[in-house]
C-alpha cells in the first residue's frame, strides 16, 4: 500500500500519540513497528537510533538478522528527534537508559494492535483513505521514497536493516554506505513529505520545533540521565 506525499502527510498530522511519533520513526528511520516499540532510551544517541532488538506480543528478542542489528541517522530537519523528544515529556515516570521510549503507563511495551485499530485505521477511515493502511504500509512508503529520491541501493538496504544482495558480491562486501550519505537520503524523504506546494523551498514540519535548540537543525541529542 503506498499513499501520496500529501495523504502521508495528513496521517501524520491527523494521528493521536504515541502512534504518530512511531510512524514517523517508521516512515523516516525506516524501522519496524516492532523495532521501534523496543527502542529504550539508551539508544537514542546524538544523531542517531541504535536498532538491536524488537517486541511482539511483549516478548522482546534481538534483530531477525545481523544486517537488521544497524543505527539509523537523524533528519537534518529534526523531526525525528522532535518525536523523541515528545516521548521524553510525555513519559515522566520512564527515564531510566533501559526503560522503553515507548511505554505504556506500566512502562511496558505498548500493544500494537490497539495502535493500530484504535489510531491508525481510525484516521485513516477519517481521512477516506483505503482501510488497508498498516504499520507495515508506512515502511513500504520509506523504500518507495528513497528510490524516487535517487538514494544509493546500499543505503536504503542498511537504513532497512535488510541483508546483501547476492548478485553483487563485489558491491555486498566492499561497497560501504557512508554516513553523511545516509543522513542526506533520510533528509530528502524528510522534506518530500513536508514540501511545500509549487515547489516552493520554505518547508514547514508537521509538529512545530520551537522547543528544540536550533530549530532542531544541528542540534546534538543529550541523554538526560
Same mark, same amino acid.
Request: proline share 4%; hydrophobic share 40%; net charge negative.
Given at each position: 500500500m503506498l499513499l501520496p506525499l500529501a495523504d502521508i502527510r495528513r496521517m501524520i498530522d491527523d494521528l493521536q500519540e504515541p502512534t504518530r511519533s512511531i510512524v514517523i520513526l517508521i516512515i523516516f528511520a525506516s524501522m519496524r513497528v516492532g523495532e521501534a516499540l523496543a527502542v529504550r532510551w539508551k539508544g537514542? %544517541?546524538?544523531?542517531?537510533?541504535?536498532?538491536?532488538?524488537?517486541?511482539?506480543?511483549?516478548?522482546?528478542?534481538?534483530?531477525?538478522?545481523?544486517?537488521g542489528k544497524r543505527e539509523v541517522p537523524f533528519d537534518r530537519h529534526g523531526v525525528i528527534l522532535a518525536a523523541l523528544q515528545r516521548m521524553w515529556k510525555r513519559n515522566t515516570k520512564f527515564r531510566k537508559p533501559d526503560d522503553l521510549v515507548f511505554a505504556n503507563r506500566k512502562g511496558d511495551a505498548l500493544d500494537r494492535h490497539n495502535l493500530l485499530n484504535r489510531h491508525i485505521k481510525k484516521t485513516a477511515a477519517k481521512l477516506g483513505l483505503p482501510k488497508e493502511v498498516d504499520f507495515r504500509s508506512f515502511r513500504t512508503m520509506h523504500a518507495?521514497?528513497?528510490?524516487?529520491?535517487?538514494?544509493?541501493?546500499?543505503?536504503?538496504?542498511?537504513?532497512?536493516?535488510?541483508?546483501?544482495?547476492?548478485?553483487?558480491?563485489? %558491491?555486498?562486501?566492499?561497497?560501504?554506505?557512508?554516513?553523511?550519505?545516509?543522513?542526506?537520503?533520510?533528509?530528502?524523504?524528510?522534506?518530500?513529505?513536508?514540501?511545500?506546494?509549487?515547489?516552493?523551498?520554505?518547508?514547514?514540519?508537521?509538529?512545530?520545533?520551537?522547543?528544540?535548540?536550533?530549530?532542531?537543525?544541528?542540534?546534538?541529542?543529550?541523554?538526560?540521565w
Open positions: 537514542t %544517541l546524538r544523531d542517531r537510533i541504535v536498532v538491536d532488538e524488537r517486541v511482539y506480543d511483549d516478548e522482546f528478542d534481538e534483530v531477525k538478522t545481523a544486517a518507495s521514497l528513497m528510490r524516487r529520491l535517487g538514494a544509493r541501493l546500499e543505503v536504503a538496504r542498511d537504513n532497512m536493516g535488510h541483508a546483501g544482495s547476492t548478485g553483487s558480491i563485489t %558491491l555486498d562486501v566492499y561497497s560501504k554506505t557512508w554516513w553523511d550519505e545516509g543522513v542526506d537520503a533520510v533528509t530528502r524523504v524528510v522534506e518530500a513529505v513536508f514540501a511545500e506546494p509549487e515547489g516552493k523551498e520554505k518547508m514547514v514540519i508537521a509538529t512545530p520545533l520551537k522547543d528544540l535548540p536550533n530549530g532542531g537543525n544541528g542540534v546534538e541529542w543529550e541523554p538526560f
